[in-house]
Nanobody, 125 residues
C-alpha cells in the first residue's frame, strides 16, 4: 500500500502547479481519496476529496474555484490542479486514501487510512 505525491515546488503568487498522487492499484480503484495540507506551525487541514467514480468531490472554501481534483483510473493517479495560487497556500500537501471499498468522498481526516509522504508547495508574494 503506497501513495506517492509529487509536483510541488516554488511558484509566484498567481501561478499554477499540478500535483500528482500515484497509488497502488487496489487502493485506487476501490477507495475515495483526498488532499490535505499542513503549513508550518499549523494543523493538517482538508483541501479536497474525490469519490471512486470521480463524480463527487468536496473543496475547502478557500480553494473553491481555484483548485480542481481529478483522478485517472488508467494511470492509478489522482491530480490536484492549483491555479491562482496565493502565499497562504504554502504548505506540505499530502494525499490520502480511504480503505478499499469506501467509495464516498469525505472531509474527515480520521476516515482516511493511507497517507503519502507529502510534497512541498511554496508560493512567493
Amino acid at each position: 500500500v503506497q501513495l506517492q505525491a509529487s509536483g510541488g515546488g516554488l511558484v509566484q503568487a498567481g501561478g499554477s502547479l499540478r500535483l500528482s498522487c500515484a497509488a497502488s492499484g487496489r487502493i485506487f480503484s476501490g477507495a475515495a481519496m483526498g488532499w490535505f495540507r499542513q503549513a508550518p506551525g499549523k494543523e493538517r487541514e482538508f483541501v479536497t476529496s474525490i469519490s471512486t467514480s470521480g463524480s463527487t468531490n468536496y473543496y475547502e472554501d478557500s480553494v473553491k474555484g481555484r483548485f480542481t481534483v481529478s483522478r485517472d483510473i488508467t494511470k492509478n493517479t489522482m491530480y490536484l490542479q492549483m491555479n491562482s495560487l496565493k502565499p497562504e497556500d504554502t504548505a506540505v500537501y499530502l494525499c490520502a486514501a480511504r480503505q478499499d471499498g469506501y467509495y464516498y468522498a469525505t472531509r474527515r481526516r480520521e476516515e482516511y487510512e493511507y497517507w503519502g509522504q507529502g510534497t512541498l508547495v511554496t508560493v512567493s508574494s
